[in-house]
């Protein structure tokens, strides 16, 4: 395939609509785990209007970046694509925490993995001690 009208190779015989839906699913997925945009901007190292554009699916999207965006949002490429179902829901309780880390800063989003972590190897290090 080859690049047309400035759209990534393979995104030539994308539909609008398809560009659209797969924006709404990168915006939703990156809101959902509270980056902001200059943060996946970065990440990506693409301006922040040029995932701005590729969340209104103005923008064509490269494999690549898709599949970077899909490495950082914890998600399957197909996820994004439709090409495979939604992700089973999260249990309510888990969901809650994540739309809570939504809302602070990096800094303070770093430290609540931080304590996720101690907790986890705590519960590891009682498992062990109980057997």
Same mark, same amino acid.
């Given at each position: ?13 994308s539909k609008p609509d398809d560009r659209a839906v797969l924006g709404k ?7 959902? =785990? ?16 040029? =995932? ?51 809302? =602070? ?13 101690y907790l986890k190897a705590r519960a590891r290090a009682g498992d062990s001690?109980?057997?």
């Amino acid at each position: 395939m080859t690049e047309e009208a400035g759209m990534p190779v393979g995104f030539a015989d994308s539909k609008p609509d398809d560009r659209a839906v797969l924006g709404k699913r990168l915006r939703e997925a990156r809101e959902y =785990l509270g980056f902001s945009q200059e943060e996946v901007a970065r990440y990506l190292a693409i301006p922040r209007t040029a =995932l701005s554009n590729i969340e209104r699916g103005q923008r064509g999207v490269d494999a690549l970046e898709l599949k970077r965006l899909a490495v950082l949002y914890k998600q399957p490429v197909g996820y994004f694509t439709g090409e495979t179902a939604e992700t089973s829901e999260l249990p309510q309780d888990i969901a809650h925490l994540a739309r809570a880390a939504a809302g =602070l800063s990096e800094t303070d989003r770093a430290e609540l993995a931080r304590f996720a972590d101690y907790l986890k190897a705590r519960a590891r290090a009682g498992d062990s001690k109980d057997g």
